[in-house]
């Protein structure tokens, strides 16, 4: 990637070991301040980590998982106004990054769309709103209301924590009768690495289980124009959890399927007054015309690489190779810089070359203890 970006010219919101990686393959040396929370600093060791990745200048300690003070930020670190472009390098990174872009007059997804697609209740409302297809869903507060909605709905459900990364503590619920041992899994989940030890606040989501195919729509968005948008195959383990085993790309549907695919999370997109970045969505085809799409679930970001990251935060996770999602960051960059940004004219194929998937196929490994960060 060609950016001319300078020293701390790019501020990194949180970030994966995935991005780091990434950072340190395609950026200038000294152009990137990473922003993280103090204790996730300290857990992971990232100033060694850091200190053999020559794009990152330094690491700025501030809390933002569960809310970002801006200008204290600023006022403490005023080398940051200097920035020229702000990502959010997780999907609990998707909100501050927001705020620090619109506090810095940058392009960004837009606060209150980055706070939508941070919470799958609130994603699912907006979906609602819009006119979108939507599987029934409610809020819960207790075991036994999410287990007489599964009895309506022929026994089986899905749980959701409406404020977790990808699909940590989702489970596919077959039989109501598992719904009061499953609960915690999916109202308490565990924590990750990139996790504040604070505690991230979550609801539970019971939604009716969607049988079928699904897809995932990776949209990139410049100024609220929709730029390029790829449809992929989404390929699952069985099982209470929704691990992914790959993707496809592109997905092996007509033209027309496609278009109404790319269409739905558009809409989607718009109605959220998403500005500037990466909307990840997935959808489940149902045969009901154009707009059949029934969304599964949607996150906004700058980029997310599941396996090591997250993210509309948007999200590539575990879904494309970290750098494929940063294509945001050209994007962003041709707007700061008053021109457009550059996207392939077609879709390519990409995928970990690790995978044995069939060809076409995009597959990543994944380390034990991965069911519960499946991507969903």
Not at 227 to 256: C, M, Q, S, W, Y
């Amino acid at each position: 990637m060609d950016l001319d970006l300078g020293r701390d010219e790019m501020v990194v919101v949180g970030a994966s070991l995935g991005v780091l990686r990434w950072l340190g393959e395609q950026l200038p040396p000294g152009s990137v301040v990473l922003v993280e929370e103090p204790d996730v600093i300290r857990r992971r060791g990232l100033a060694g980590l850091v200190a053999e990745v020559p794009a990152v200048s330094r690491v700025v300690p501030a809390e933002y998982q569960t809310g970002l003070a801006v200008n204290a930020l600023l006022d403490r670190e005023p080398g940051l106004a200097a920035a020229r472009l702000v990502l959010p390098g997780l999907e609990y990174a998707v909100g501050a990054a927001a705020r620090l872009a619109e506090r810095l007059g940058l392009p960004g997804a837009g606060v209150e769309a980055a706070d939508i697609f941070s919470d799958k209740h609130r994603m699912r409302l907006l979906a609602d709103a819009a006119g979108l297809a939507n599987p029934a869903y409610e809020l819960v507060d207790s075991p036994a209301q999410a287990t007489a909605l599964a009895d309506r709905w022929g026994g089986r459900c899905v749980l959701k924590p409406t404020r977790r990364s990808g699909s940590l503590g989702v489970q596919l619920i077959a039989d109501p009768a598992e719904i009061a041992r499953a609960w915690a899994v999916t109202a308490e989940p565990e924590p990750t690495v990139e996790a504040t030890e604070r505690g991230l606040p979550t609801g539970v989501l019971v939604e009716q289980t969607l049988v079928g195919p699904e897809y995932s729509v990776e949209l990139l968005v410049a100024d609220g124009e929709p730029i390029f948008a790829n449809v992929t195959d989404k390929r699952l383990l069985g099982g209470r959890f929704p691990v992914e085993t790959g993707h496809t790309v592109p997905a092996a549907l007509p033209e027309t399927d496609r278009r109404a695919l790319r269409d739905v999370a558009i809409r989607l997109a718009g109605a959220a007054g998403f500005r500037t970045g990466v909307v990840h969505s997935e959808w489940d085809r149902r045969r009901r015309g154009a707009d059949a799409g029934g969304v599964r679930g949607a996150a906004a970001r700058g980029h997310d690489h599941r396996a090591d990251l997250g993210g509309l935060r948007v999200r590539l996770r575990r879904r494309v190779p970290a750098g494929a999602g940063w294509a945001t960051a050209g994007a962003a960059g041709g707007a700061d810089r008053g021109g457009g940004g550059g996207v392939p004219a077609r879709p390519a194929r990409h995928g970990d070359r690790r995978g044995r998937g069939p060809p076409g196929a995009a597959g990543a490994r994944r380390a034990p203890g991965a069911a519960r960060r499946g991507g969903r």
